[in-house]
């Protein structure tokens, strides 16, 4: 992301931001819809959502696109039961509590770490862990990632993090740091017919990780909580091998 890029996204956070604690007094913003039944208004609600944890959680939404998030939903009804790791925590970490019988999250921000403990922390089942980009010095440049402000930092440490739980996930989310090398060293975690979440999947820099994991890939493009334009996220599975 270029740096006008960054201007024009802070400018357009800080502007819905305003616009919202205009219309709070108002109570404009109190009541919530079915972000099912409801889509464009639960959307053009969320859009005053745009990086606020409690009005994300109020709206009952992670930061994936809508189609994705009927599919997971489903998917995780359908397994009472389900192991969830999730690289990048926030408000998809209290959604997933409510849904899935576990939920393991790694975060490498510590701050951003706190303040998702506190909200979940009615949810017995859910799990957050900080952990930090690795030494400046550190050698392994496949675990760098790519965002602006990270340039030469590595994650290692985060991409293994998963390395410290025993068995098998019925869904895992790729939403944060070195997502690519999130990909190729989890992949193989997934529980039968288990499914990774891996959002914004439009980007140049995740596509190649995406072709060579050899995994099955349905791409879910259109509306997302908060942003105003569609994103992308995409849904990873083992194929299934011909009858």
Known sequence: ???ASLIAKRGYVSAMHMARDALKPLGALDATVDARQ???RHWLQSLFA???IDALIRLDVPWWTYD???RVEDFLKSRPQARVFEYGS???TAWLAKRASSVNSVDHDGGWVELTRTRI????????DFVACDAPDHP???FASGKAGHAGQTFKDYVCAIDQLDGAFDLIVIDGRARAACLRHAANRLAPGGIIVFDNSHRGRYRPAIAESGLAETILRGLAPSLPVPDQTSLLRVPQADA
């Not at 922390?121 to 957050?128: C, E, K, L, R, S």
């Open 121 to 128: 922390a009615g949810f017995d089942n859910a799990h957050v």
């Open 140 to 142: 392994d440049t496949q």
């Open 68 to 70: 994705a998030i009927d």
């Open 38 to 40: 409801h889509r464009h």
């Open 1 to 3: 992301m270029t740096n």
């Open 50 to 52: 745009i990086h606020d």
């Open 90 to 92: 926030g408000a998809s």
